[in-house]
């Protein structure tokens, strides 16, 4: 259904070109779900990113249903199916969150309140609301997901949705995320929680801009489990310390 065909990606800096993705092929098909993993700055995003018409990548070409979409930009990946949420949603300044879920939902008689519910906001809190420095960080991540779940397309990305959540909403999350899930969509959560990791039918483990790991669940998660240095920071253990993005 989504296919990333040899992903190259640099992206121009201040400091001039960086090269941030490599070589990276990612077949993923209807009715699965995905987990990308990986240590912090290996490339997650950046697929993401890629794969929404966000970057433009270097080399290497996007295929949706078949379809070479590759020169298409963000809006009309959006009109074909491909949705994404952010890992740092932006601020729309000042559009009211009534508005955002009902341009997702492409209609504009009335929004389904069920998907802030199903996130963890009272609809009567939040509808009214703008899209602004008043909200908190994990709200906007929240009424970002949200949207997602509004606009339900045919290819789901949530980008390390737990960030700024609760346990309770994010158990809650895990629920609507995988109840959410089609037949015929294809889910790919960002995520370094074991949770998630749990839910999905594969894992990618993204590594240094690369694919390092991929396969089923059963067969990856041990492995990754196995291996310290690839999940966590290179010095986590040696500081007696395990950081959030510890899968142990
Ligand atoms: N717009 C950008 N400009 C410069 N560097 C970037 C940009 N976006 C991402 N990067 C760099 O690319 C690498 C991968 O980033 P990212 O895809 O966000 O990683 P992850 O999501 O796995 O934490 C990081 O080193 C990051 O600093
Ligand atoms: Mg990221």
């Known amino acids: 259904m989504l296919l990333l065909d040899n992903i190259s ?145 045919k290819v789901r990305i949530f980008d390390e949705p737990e960030a700024g959540i609760d346990l309770w909403s994010f158990e809650q999350l895990i629920d609507v995320i995988g109840s959410s899930h089609r037949e015929d969509t294809v889910t790919v959560v960002i995520s370094h929680q074991e949770k998630i990791l749990n839910m999905v039918d594969e894992i990618v483990l993204i590594k240094d801009g690369t694919v390092n790991m991929r396969g089923d669940r059963d067969t990856i998660w041990p492995q990754i489990k196995e291996s310290a240095e690839c999940s966590c920071r290179s010095n986590c253990r040696l500081e007696g310390e395990i950081y959030a993005d510890c899968p142990r």
Request: proline share 5%; net charge negative.
């Open 9 to 153: 990606l640099e992206l121009e800096t201040d400091q001039g070109k960086v090269p941030i993705l490599h070589d990276v092929s990612l077949n993923m098909d209807a009715g699965k779900m995905y987990a990308l993993t990986g240590p912090n700055g290996s490339g997650k995003s950046s697929v993401a990113r890629v794969a929404m018409g966000i970057y433009k990548q270097t080399s290497g070409k996007v295929f949706y249903n078949g379809e070479d979409i590759s020169e298409l930009n963000i809006s009309e990946r959006a009109r074909r199916g491909i949705g994404y949420a952010f890992q740092h949603p932006p601020r729309f300044k000042g559009m009211p969150v009534k508005d955002m879920l009902e341009m997702a939902m492409k209609h504009a008689d009335g929004v389904n309140c069920q998907v802030l519910r199903d996130i963890g906001l009272c609809p009567e809190d939040y509808l009214e609301r703008t899209l602004d420095n008043s909200l908190s960080g994990g709200e906007i991540k929240r009424i970002e997901i949200a949207t997602i779940l509004a606009q339900n397309p």
